[in-house]
């Protein structure tokens, strides 16, 4: 079990450093609560995208895609947003905020698109899951997937050469990746996490997730069914080969972390089977 308070120092240094990656940006952190809200005002909700233009792009590119296979296009934002649902608004905000904080940056074999394209698919097979086992929200699973890697996404554009260095040894490494985090910024990624979770006001049970999201099995028992969804999910995208899989392409799905999400591997693998198919929706 890693110590967080042995990272506390490193941590606190790195904020301090780049306070930059302490915040998201406040009209998509303004999007994100209002699409969660049942109550939401839809006007309000427009006229907050419609400030933004690449993220109501977006949302006009979703809406219009084959995965909705509309008959006629749709060239209104506010029809959109009626026809997708606050849900899909909320999940393709999500995606379109976490694509614009991935800078450009090489990482080895990979880079941010590479990163962003796994928290896509986490995000998706989490939520997926959820459906399935019908254990917790999967509104929230699909939130706690698409940030569970986003202080290492955060951390490698904020160092460039420690996260080309960081990548281009777990390539040659046989290990895992945290303890290469450790020797290189000296926490990982998901202590990082867990700490910016808790400056953005993001629900404990996400943050738990973003902390625990490697070893389920130590997350506070409130929270251990959301972590295993997530690990769930993480380990098959890995297995998959979306994205970047170095963060755990050690990782097996056990009989005991099924137990602990209520399902089956045959539902594991036939959900995971449609996962390129999801995610026409959010990725271009």
């Known amino acids: 079990m890693l110590q967080l308070v042995e990272s506390k120092p ?3 240094a790195f904020i301090e450093k780049h306070d930059s990656v302490a915040a998201l940006p ?3 952190s303004r ?3 209002m699409a969660g809200d049942r109550d939401c005002n839809t006007t309000q909700l427009v006229r907050l995208i419609s400030q933004d233009a690449a993220l109501a792009g977006q949302i006009m590119k979703a809406v219009n895609s084959a995965y909705y296979a509309l008959p006629t296009k749709l060239t209104r934002l506010d029809r959109a947003v009626a026809f997708m649902g606050l849900r899909a608004v909320k999940q393709v905000t999500l995606s379109e905020t976490l694509r614009k904080m991935s800078k450009p940056v090489k990482l080895g074999s990979y880079d941010a698109r590479s990163l962003w394209d796994h928290s896509v698919g986490v995000a998706i097979l989490a939520r997926e899951l959820a459906v399935k086992s019908r254990a917790m929200d999967p509104e929230e699973a699909f939130l706690a997937g698409m940030l569970h890697d986003i202080a290492l996404l955060l951390a490698a554009q904020s160092e460039p050469a420690n996260g080309a260095q960081l990548f281009t040894q777990a390539e040659s490494a046989a290990g895992s990746f945290e303890p290469l985090e450790q020797e290189i910024y000296g926490f990982n990624h998901s202590e990082l996490g867990e700490r910016l979770a808790g400056k953005w006001k993001l629900p404990e049970q996400v943050a738990s997730v973003i902390r625990w999201h490697h070893e389920p099995r130590n997350a506070p028992e409130a929270h251990r069914a959301m972590c295993t969804h997530v690990y769930v999910a993480d380990t098959l995208c890995c297995e998959a080969n979306v994205g ?3 963060t755990c392409r050690l990782q ?3 009989d005991e972390d099924l137990a602990a999400t209520r399902l089956s591997r045959e539902v594991t693998e036939e959900t995971a089977a449609k ?3 999801l995610m026409r929706l959010f990725v271009n």
Do not use: G, Y
């Open 252 to 254: 097996q799905v056990t």
């Open 31 to 33: 999007i994100i609560q």
């Open 10 to 12: 490193a941590i606190d």
């Open 244 to 246: 970047c899989p170095l």
């Open 26 to 28: 406040e009209n998509m």
């Open 275 to 277: 996962l390129r198919i």
